[in-house]
């Protein structure tokens, strides 16, 4: 039984000049329209996706920064029309694109359950209902009645995922929510939507972290550019997607969309130790990551942070490069991190890169930026691939002694 | 199978920007509880704040009629048919404060919720109509004022007051129909905003809030009736003090509300796909 039918669907932005913003522009082009074309810049952000979700299905949505996947989700949340195609849904649909929308920083915890659950599309009675129980899972029972702009992070977000939590569609659409909130929070989430997922109800998720999707979803899609270049069980894709077109992947260079930031990361390249661009390193060699960055405004107390991630998209470790040094009149500046041999155990390995002003402000943020992957050139651990020994070799130190 | 069940239930279809112009009503009154507690929001919001906030709703209409009185009464006379000049004031003075407010407010009703139409779906139209709704209670603050002031000049009720409530609900209706104009107008033209008071002073002077429709020659009346105000005030002021009812002015008033809000919804419907795009 087929939940949700995907047919053709298409969604065209028009960049540029062409989208009036003032009246007085709006007559301006009236004005001009006989006279001169228009230049229209056009970019399709999905293109004839067609895909179906069975009944009771949890289907990942995979994708590089900007390949469409929130395009998709405003659009089978009806948030936003496609250019072209359709798409058939039966059942009550609700999603989450954020956790939390409409809540007022005015109103107290229990206003705001009652005012998101109607914005979630719950019923009164409904929320009624499930009241005590939102409390108790979001922990707030004592600031019920205080408005939320008293609240801390932690327990504004708690409260936002409670009553999301709650929700009882059908059809659910869940975006990158899981990104926010400390682990536990995280933990909380992730169970919440097993369970949702174990009930019988159909799921559409999206998400950067990997090892979520591939925990939760048994099929995937995968989007590249607007397109959709894969649909089939989720391990396969993500294999597909961190593997997939790597060699390019060694180096980055920015494109113009990233010009206007104060600062910006211009080139990133994976290097050996001879210079030379590569993506598959022995474990005994050294990994040097080369990145050349731009200064358009030189932030007071930036940094430049390097983190390291496993094929799951699991965090091994981040190092944060400090520009104190740099001269206040440098255009451009170099930062080459080294990662010595016998760090990493063989596996495939992402890296982000971000420029950012400790507890201030994200000026650039790369996710999945490159990748490579290190093999077992002969350790004792080789002989018996594919046991799980860890992502890095274990700078522990051990002595037998004589009993 | 439970399953089969839901699955004929309810069938959504999402088809391409521009191809229905229809307005689904199943889908808004789907949604009515939604409009509720957005209203409720919008008027918990204006209050709870300050309680200069309730000081501000009785002070404005007061000091208006205050000022127009004394202007008015010493520059110009107005024949207003033994009805207080102060009073005849406020009676307008009430309704057109409720028009002004819920427009302006309205009007920036959608760029002030952003998140909620980039985040969820749900039928548009529930944003200015929650934003209207909730100036309803600027008027139901306001009307006391008029009641006392009644009392105090001694002016008599007869049984037109019933017909009191359908010119507010008149006004109710014009009003919501300006602002959902405006509030989708102002989604792709940022620059609305700046136009609006202009158009609402404008507005104000071509409405009969502080002159009776009585000074105006006899075929000059009905074009004046086109501006909704018109019917509207001469309504709410006949119903109030027991004077005569002008049918013919009411009647084109009405007519015009009716093709006001047409054309607000015809635009609106005409807008609303693009407002996740372009917010």
Same mark, same amino acid.
């Given at each position: 039984?087929?939940?949700?039918?995907?047919?053709?669907?298409?969604?065209?932005?028009?960049?540029?000049?062409?989208?009036?913003?003032?009246?007085?522009?709006?007559?301006?082009?009236?004005?001009?329209?006989?006279? @001169?074309?228009?230049?229209?810049?056009?970019?399709?952000?999905?293109?004839?996706?067609?895909?179906?979700?069975?009944?009771?299905?949890?289907?990942?949505?995979?994708?590089?920064?900007?390949?469409?996947?929130?395009?998709?989700?405003?659009?089978?949340?009806?948030?936003?029309?496609?250019?072209?195609?359709?798409?058939?849904i039966?059942?009550?649909?609700?999603?989450?694109?954020?956790?939390?929308?409409?809540?007022?920083?005015?109103?107290?915890?229990?206003?705001?359950?009652?005012?998101?659950?109607?914005?979630?599309?719950?019923?009164?009675?409904?929320?009624?209902?499930?009241?005590?129980?939102?409390?108790?899972?979001?922990?707030?029972?004592?600031?019920?009645?205080?408005?939320?702009?008293?609240?801390?992070?932690?327990?504004?977000?708690? &409260?936002?995922?409670?009553?999301?939590?709650?929700?009882?569609?059908?059809i659910?659409?869940?975006?990158?929510?899981?990104?926010?909130?400390?682990?536990?929070?995280?933990?909380?989430?992730?169970?919440?939507?097993?369970?949702?997922?174990?009930?019988?109800?159909?799921i559409?998720?999206?998400?950067?972290?990997?090892?979520?999707?591939?925990?939760?979803?048994?099929?995937?899609? &995968?989007?590249?550019?607007?397109?959709?270049?894969?649909?089939?069980?989720?391990?396969?894709?993500?294999?597909?997607?961190?593997?997939?077109?790597?060699?390019?992947?060694?180096?980055?260079?920015?494109?113009?969309?990233?010009?206007?930031?104060?600062m910006?990361?211009?080139?990133?390249?994976?290097?050996n130790?001879?210079?030379?661009?590569?993506?598959?390193?022995?474990?005994?060699?050294?990994?040097?990551?080369?990145?050349?960055?731009?200064?358009?405004?030189?932030?007071?107390?930036?940094?430049?942070?390097?983190?390291v991630?496993?094929?799951? @998209?699991?965090?091994?470790?981040?190092?944060?490069?400090?520009?104190?040094?740099?001269?206040a009149?440098?255009?451009?500046?170099?930062?080459?991190?080294?990662?010595?041999?016998?760090?990493?155990?063989?596996?495939?390995?992402?890296?982000?890169?971000?420029?950012?002003?400790?507890?201030?402000?994200?000026?650039?943020?790369?996710?999945? &930026?490159?990748f490579?992957?290190?093999?077992?050139?002969?350790?004792?651990?080789?002989?018996?691939?594919?046991?799980?020994?860890?992502?890095?070799?274990?700078?522990?130190?051990?002595?037998?002694?004589?009993? | 199978?439970?399953?089969?069940?839901?699955?004929?239930?309810?069938v959504?279809?999402?088809?391409p920007?521009?191809?229905?112009?229809?307005?689904?009503?199943k889908d808004?009154?789907?949604?009515?509880?939604?409009?509720?507690?957005?209203?409720?929001?919008?008027?918990?919001?204006?209050?709870?704040?300050?309680?200069?906030g309730?000081?501000?709703?009785?002070?404005?209409?007061?000091?208006?009629?205050a000022?127009?009185?004394?202007?008015?009464?010493?520059?110009?006379?107005?024949?207003?048919?033994?009805?207080?000049?102060?009073?005849?004031?406020?009676?307008?003075?009430?309704?057109?404060?409720?028009?002004?407010?819920?427009?302006?407010?309205?009007?920036?009703?959608?760029?002030?919720?952003?998140?909620?139409?980039?985040?969820?779906?749900?039928?548009?139209?529930?944003?200015?109509?929650?934003?209207?709704?909730?100036?309803?209670?600027?008027?139901?603050?306001?009307?006391?004022?008029?009641?006392?002031?009644?009392?105090?000049?001694?002016?008599?009720?007869?049984?037109?007051?019933?017909?009191?409530?359908?010119?507010?609900?008149?006004?109710?209706?014009?009003?919501?129909?300006?602002?959902?104009?405006?509030?989708?107008?102002?989604?792709?033209?940022?620059?609305?905003?700046?136009?609006?008071?202009?158009?609402?002073?404008?507005?104000?002077l071509?409405?009969?809030?502080?002159?009776?429709?009585?000074?105006?020659?006899?075929?000059?009346?009905?074009?004046?009736?086109?501006?909704?105000?018109?019917?509207?005030?001469?309504?709410?002021?006949?119903?109030?003090?027991?004077?005569?009812?002008?049918?013919?002015?009411?009647?084109?008033?009405?007519?015009?509300?009716?093709?006001?809000?047409?054309?607000?919804?015809?635009?609106?419907?005409?807008?609303?796909?693009?407002?996740?795009?372009?917010?």
């Amino acid at each position: 039984m087929k939940t949700i039918e995907v047919d053709n669907l298409s969604k065209q932005y028009v960049l540029g000049e062409t989208r009036a913003n003032s009246l007085r522009d709006a007559f301006r082009n009236f004005i001009r329209k006989p006279l @001169g074309n228009s230049k229209k810049n056009e970019l399709w952000a999905l293109k004839d996706i067609s895909f179906d979700v069975k009944d009771g299905e949890t289907l990942g949505i995979i994708g590089r920064n900007g390949a469409g996947k929130s395009t998709l989700l405003k659009i089978l949340s009806r948030i936003t029309k496609p250019t072209s195609g359709s798409a058939r849904i039966h059942g009550r649909v609700a999603s989450l694109l954020e956790v939390g929308t409409g809540f007022h920083n005015e109103l107290t915890g229990r206003e705001n359950i009652f005012l998101n659950g109607a914005i979630l599309g719950m019923r009164r009675s409904e929320i009624e209902t499930k009241f005590d129980e939102i409390v108790a899972f979001s922990e707030v029972e004592q600031f019920l009645d205080t408005p939320v702009k008293h609240y801390s992070t932690g327990m504004y977000m708690r &409260l936002a995922f409670a009553v999301a939590a709650h929700l009882e569609p059908e059809i659910l659409i869940v975006d990158e929510v899981l990104a926010v909130g400390d682990a536990e929070f995280q933990k909380k989430c992730l169970g919440k939507m097993n369970e949702v997922s174990k009930t019988g109800r159909t799921i559409i998720f999206v998400s950067h972290q990997m090892g979520s999707i591939a925990q939760l979803c048994r099929r995937s899609i &995968l989007l590249e550019k607007g397109r959709l270049i894969m649909a089939d069980h989720t391990n396969l894709v993500i294999e597909h997607y961190l593997n997939h077109g790597k060699a390019k992947l060694a180096s980055y260079t920015a494109d113009a969309s990233a010009t206007h930031r104060e600062m910006y990361v211009q080139n990133g390249t994976i290097v050996n130790n001879a210079g030379v661009e590569q993506t598959s390193f022995r474990h005994d060699e050294s990994i040097l990551i080369n990145v050349k960055c731009v200064i358009n405004r030189m932030m007071q107390g930036a940094e430049l942070r390097m983190v390291v991630k496993d094929g799951r @998209g699991i965090t091994i470790f981040t190092t944060d490069a400090e520009l104190s040094s740099l001269n206040a009149k440098s255009k451009t500046f170099e930062v080459d991190y080294k990662i010595p041999p016998n760090t990493l155990r063989p596996n495939t390995f992402s890296i982000e890169l971000s420029l950012f002003v400790p507890h201030q402000h994200i000026i650039e943020s790369l996710a999945d &930026l490159l990748f490579f992957s290190v093999f077992d050139s002969g350790t004792k651990y080789a002989q018996s691939e594919g046991v799980d020994y860890g992502v890095i070799f274990s700078p522990c130190e051990w002595a037998v002694k004589q009993g | 199978m439970p399953s089969d069940n839901k699955q004929s239930s309810i069938v959504t279809r999402i088809v391409p920007t521009g191809s229905t112009l229809g307005i689904d009503w199943k889908d808004y009154w789907s949604h009515r509880e939604l409009l509720y507690f957005l209203t409720l929001r919008d008027v918990r919001i204006r209050y709870k704040q300050t309680l200069i906030g309730i000081a501000w709703v009785v002070l404005q209409p007061v000091l208006t009629t205050a000022i127009l009185t004394v202007i008015f009464s010493t520059f110009a006379r107005f024949e207003t048919l033994n009805v207080p000049y102060p009073l005849f004031v406020l009676s307008g003075i009430v309704i057109w404060l409720f028009v002004h407010t819920a427009i302006t407010i309205t009007s920036g009703s959608f760029t002030n919720n952003t998140n909620l139409v980039t985040k969820v779906y749900f039928p548009r139209l529930i944003v200015p109509l929650a934003s209207t709704l909730a100036c309803i209670l600027d008027l139901l603050i306001s009307l006391p004022i008029l009641i006392v002031m009644m009392v105090y000049f001694g002016t008599g009720v007869s049984w037109q007051i019933v017909m009191a409530p359908l010119f507010l609900l008149l006004a109710f209706v014009q009003t919501a129909a300006f602002g959902i104009f405006f509030s989708a107008l102002n989604v792709r033209f940022r620059d609305v905003k700046f136009a609006l008071p202009f158009f609402l002073q404008i507005w104000m002077l071509a409405s009969p809030i502080f002159y009776p429709v009585s000074l105006l020659p006899e075929k000059w009346k009905i074009v004046f009736a086109v501006n909704p105000l018109t019917g509207i005030i001469e309504g709410f002021r006949a119903s109030l003090f027991g004077t005569a009812f002008d049918w013919p002015v009411i009647g084109v008033s009405s007519l015009s509300i009716l093709v006001i809000l047409a054309i607000a919804l015809f635009v609106f419907r005409r807008m609303e796909d693009d407002f996740a795009d372009l917010i």
